[in-house]
């Protein structure tokens, strides 16, 4: 053999050791995949933080992120992306399946990825700042949207991506169609599924704390990493109108018990769910003025079953009950707001509730006594002798008592009782 063969075979097998080593690695290798198909909370952010935990401990080959988001809280935005910023395996966000978009919050995430991608079909902009605490003056709205635009072109030239089309998504609230987004750098690349993904990111290069990563993913292994029941409670707790009916089965709960001590379930109920209910309203945009406008107009009803206004206490709770649910989200947020059919259906069924209260309180206020003295004045009887102004014996309500009259009854006259003192009636004739 030729000294030229012999340097043909030991090349061809060095590149047969190479290609069955690459493939034995490849084989062993994990891409964990988290799904986020909601608003941006607490809960996701929460989710996705613990995901990028997850991964760097099991040096995932990477973290993909399949996302459908009309956006959500700045502050769990921001914290998701120093998770990301700081992850030690690449982070790669994936706008999917098709019909799906990453808006406002979104947009940020997108960005702040190792690799973005986007499936055919779905869209990504209109990232103007929403705010949180009430209408903003022009000064206090133009920090805020200066902020958001430093920030979000401060992702995007880290990233290398179109930092004037991020300024635009923020300024004047643009979306781009998946090819569009391709086109003008805003994301990678575009795949049709999560098979395809994996594929067109396989051998793509990723820079990390001035290490270049290569992946390998076109043979790896999908682990997705499922939110937990934990996580999926508090996701569907954490939804404004589950939070608010919630609130309102606890408050209703507390007063059956208070109303009528030891019943207990009515108590048990009402308190475990305004504890979920106070849970919930730590992920949410609360105005505490309109939680208490709620609290007041309930301390209303329950006041008109023991002061007799008139009808005045439950108009006015209706009126708190109904300003306070429109205010208890933050009507800047538009994720967080409750359904208008809700509060009606709501505020409805705690009028009615508390007016058949109401009702059924005052018929017992205004019947007759059937016990004790007040019961048995206006009884009838027979007298069962003679009764004067000393004495005399009477069968009153299947009982004998001693009784007396001003005017003489013969025994076995019809009397009606008018009177009690010490045990002895006073009688009149019928």
């Given at each position: 053999m030729s000294a030229t063969g012999g340097r043909y075979l030991i090349a061809c097998l060095a590149a047969s050791l190479i290609f069955v080593f690459s493939a034995l690695g490849n084989e062993g290798k994990i891409v964990s995949v988290i799904k986020i198909s909601s608003?941006?909370?607490?809960?996701?952010?929460?989710?996705?933080?613990?995901?990028?935990?997850?991964?760097?401990?099991?040096?995932?080959?990477?973290?993909?992120i399949e996302m459908d988001t009309p956006g959500g809280l700045d502050t769990s935005m921001r914290t998701i992306i120093k998770e990301i910023n700081g992850s030690k395996t690449p982070v790669i966000v994936y706008v999917s399946p098709s019909g799906a978009r990453a808006a406002s919050a979104g947009v940020f995430i997108t960005m702040a990825a190792?690799?973005?991608?986007?499936?055919?079909?779905?869209?990504?902009?209109?990232?103007?700042?929403?705010?949180?605490?009430?209408?903003?003056?022009?000064?206090?709205?133009?920090?805020?949207?200066?902020?958001?635009?430093?920030?979000?072109?401060?992702?995007?030239?880290?990233?290398?991506?179109?930092?004037?089309w991020a300024e635009d998504a923020v300024r004047k609230s643009v979306s781009?169609?998946?090819?569009?987004?391709?086109?003008?750098?805003?994301?990678?690349?575009?795949?049709?599924?999560?098979?395809?993904?994996?594929?067109?990111?396989?051998?793509?290069?990723?820079?990390i704390d001035n290490t270049t990563i290569i992946l390998n993913t076109s043979k790896a292994t999908v682990v997705r990493d499922e939110m937990g029941w934990r996580l999926s409670l508090l996701s569907v707790i954490s939804d404004p109108n589950v939070a608010?009916?919630?609130m309102l089965i606890g408050m209703y709960g507390l007063f059956f018990e208070l109303a009528n001590p030891g019943a207990m379930f009515p108590g048990v109920a009402g308190g475990i769910s305004l504890i979920l209910a106070l849970y919930a309203f730590q992920t949410l945009p609360v105005n505490y003025a309109g939680l208490f406008l709620i609290v007041l107009a309930i301390v209303?009803?329950?006041?008109?079953?023991?002061?007799?206004?008139?009808?005045?206490?439950?108009?006015?709770?209706?009126?708190?009950?109904?300003i306070g649910s429109l205010m208890l989200f933050e009507e800047s947020s538009p994720f967080f707001k409750l359904s208008l059919y809700i509060i009606a259906i709501s505020v409805v069924v705690t009028v009615v509730f508390f007016g058949v209260v109401v009702g059924l309180s005052y018929k017992a206020w205004k019947r007759?006594?059937?016990?004790?003295?007040?019961?048995?004045?206006?009884?009838?009887?027979?007298?069962?002798?003679?009764?004067?102004?000393?004495?005399?014996?009477?069968?009153?309500?299947?009982?004998?008592?001693?009784?007396?009259?001003?005017?003489?009854?013969?025994?076995?006259?019809?009397?009606?009782?008018?009177?009690?003192?010490?045990?002895?009636?006073?009688?009149?004739?019928?």
């Open positions: 608003a941006i909370s607490p809960v996701s952010s929460e989710y996705i933080s613990r995901s990028i935990e997850k991964a760097n401990k099991t040096a995932a080959e990477a973290l993909i190792n690799i973005a991608a986007m499936s055919p079909g779905t869209n990504i902009g209109a990232a103007h700042p929403v705010t949180i605490g009430g209408q903003m003056d022009k000064i206090t709205s133009e920090k805020a949207e200066n902020d958001s635009v430093a920030y979000i072109k401060s992702i995007a030239r880290t990233r290398g991506r179109n930092s004037e781009l169609t998946a090819s569009e987004a391709l086109r003008q750098g805003v994301i990678d690349l575009i795949a049709d599924d999560l098979s395809d993904l994996l594929k067109k990111i396989d051998g793509k290069q990723v820079k608010y009916v919630l209303m009803f329950i006041l008109e079953l023991k002061v007799a206004s008139h009808g005045a206490l439950t108009v006015g709770g209706i009126i708190s009950m109904t007759k006594p059937i016990t004790g003295v007040e019961g048995i004045i206006g009884a009838t009887g027979t007298a069962v002798e003679a009764i004067d102004k000393g004495s005399g014996m009477a069968m009153v309500n299947g009982a004998l008592w001693q009784c007396r009259s001003d005017a003489k009854i013969d025994k076995g006259k019809e009397v009606i009782v008018v009177g009690i003192s010490r045990l002895r009636l006073k009688v009149v004739p019928s």
